[in-house]
């Protein structure tokens, strides 16, 4: 069975620093993007960050792009989100998702973690 | 970035009545080897997403055949040929053709 697991949401200040580990079990880790997709409250699905199943490529949503990195250590099977320069608007529920590839590309989020809730307050 | 709107916003059906809910997106999600990169999720609430269509019109692993996606390119549509009350929720489409982006979803409702 596939399972998805995230950790290390917390409430933290506006231009803090929080990283988010995911991990994963009932695959081969490896063979397989991940993704992060967050949701604010009472709004709808933004994705976040994705990551290649080697590691060797990701991707970034343009809100994050130079302050979020996605990472990967495929001998744990755990992919990480580390948040830099937190902003109040980066508040949300966090979700980690398995990818349907081994890249990021084309590639659908099959099965999801229950999240984990980052607060930035002002 | 590639922008998908979901008309409408909200989408009251009564049980056992069909439905279908609308994704058109600001560039075509027709790759060259034929797919259309074009997913539909079902976020219950207080549930995570969960991912019934790929590929515009293949079913997941485990989801009803009530469920059916069909389109191409620009426009797509979720159809489901009989509601139940366990379908209540936000329909969101994502496109994962350049980078990934969602729609704003459709929220379903039992009249």
């Known amino acids: 069975e596939v399972r998805v697991l995230e950790s290390g949401g917390d409430l933290v200040e506006r231009g803090g620093s929080l990283r988010l580990s995911c991990v994963a079990s009932?695959?081969?880790?490896?063979?397989?993007?991940m993704s992060w997709v967050r949701q604010a409250p009472g709004n709808g699905l933004e994705w976040v960050a994705g990551i290649s199943g080697s590691g060797g490529s990701t991707d970034y949503a343009d809100s994050v792009k130079g302050r979020f990195t996605i990472s990967r250590d495929n001998s744990k099977n755990t992919v990480y989100l580390q948040m830099k320069s937190l902003r109040v608007e980066d508040t949300a529920k966090y979700y980690c998702a398995k990818m349907a590839m081994a890249v990021i590309k084309t590639g659908s989020l099959d099965y999801w973690g229950q999240g984990t809730p980052v607060s930035v307050s002002s | 970035e590639i922008v998908l709107t979901q008309p409408p916003l909200s989408l009251p059906v009564s049980p056992g009545e069909p439905a279908s809910i609308s994704c058109r997106s600001s560039q075509s999600l027709l790759h060259g080897n034929g797919y259309n990169y074009l997913d539909w999720y079902l976020q219950k609430p207080g549930q995570s997403p969960q991912l019934l269509i790929y590929?515009?019109?293949k079913r997941a692993s485990g989801v009803s055949d009530r469920f059916s996606g069909s389109g191409s390119g620009t426009d797509f549509t979720l159809r489901i040929s009989r509601v139940e009350a366990e379908d209540v929720g936000v329909y969101y489409c994502?496109?994962?053709?350049?980078?990934?982006?969602f729609g704003h979803g459709t929220r379903l409702d039992i009249k």
């Open positions: 590929w515009g019109s």
């Open positions: 994502m496109q994962a053709l350049q980078s990934i982006t």
């Open positions: 009932g695959f081969t880790f490896s063979n397989f993007a």
